[in-house]
């Protein structure tokens, strides 16, 4: 699909949105800025942008193959998804667990699947003909993300924190998810 960007609609902490030539569309840029405490820390992580998009993808992808509907429709560049226009609900869902049990068979997974999925953060949103999908990003910097062996973190709490190579964990989260989900 060809769709070029057109007015920029919104920005937020770690993507931009701009309009396309389709009103249902829009495309979505991952920016590398990084921030933590409500803004109050802020900072730039060298290919964090690329990395949300590619693992975001990886997911959207595995999700769509499993029935999820989602807003995502496909990866354009490094930096770039088109995604469904949605109207995002206003409630934030955390759920905090483990990859483990029947989770773990129902999404195809081995439990812990190298990585403990700690916790994340999910959105929805409304599209244009009023069904709730699946919005935003799933990403290291919407899950928290440790390794099974060693229990470094591998997710944006490494900004948050202050301990160093970010950009590294970002792409060894990626490459762990090519592995499995592929």
């Known amino acids: 699909m060809s769709l070029t960007k057109k007015d920029f609609i919104y920005e937020g902490k770690a993507k931009q949105v701009y309009a396309t030539e389709e009103a249902d569309k829009v495309i979505v840029y991952y920016k590398d800025d990084a921030t933590a405490f409500n803004a ?3 900072g730039t992580v060298e290919d964090k942008g690329e990395m949300n998009n590619k693992i975001s993808t990886l997911i959207f992808d595995y999700l769509i193959e499993k029935g999820i509907p989602t807003h995502f ?7 770039e998804q088109l995604v469904k226009k949605v ?3 206003p409630i934030e869902m955390v759920v905090r667990n483990y990859v483990a049990g029947s989770m773990a068979q129902r999404l195809g997974l081995e439990e812990g699947a ?3 999925l700690a916790d994340f953060k999910i959105e929805f949103g409304k599209d244009v003909d009023g069904n709730i999908i699946l919005a935003d990003e799933i990403s290291p910097d919407t899950c928290r993300l440790w390794d099974v062996e060693t229990g470094k973190k591998l997710d944006k709490d490494r900004f948050r924190r202050d301990l160093g190579d970010v950009s590294e964990a970002y792409h060894e989260v990626y490459n762990r998810l090519v592995e499995v989900l592929k």
Do not use: A, H, Y
Not at 73 to 79: A, G, S, V
């Open 40 to 42: 109050q820390k802020r």
């Open 87 to 89: 109207s995002i609900i």
């Open 114 to 116: 190298g990585l403990i």
């Open 73 to 79: 429709i496909e990866q354009l560049n490094d930096r």
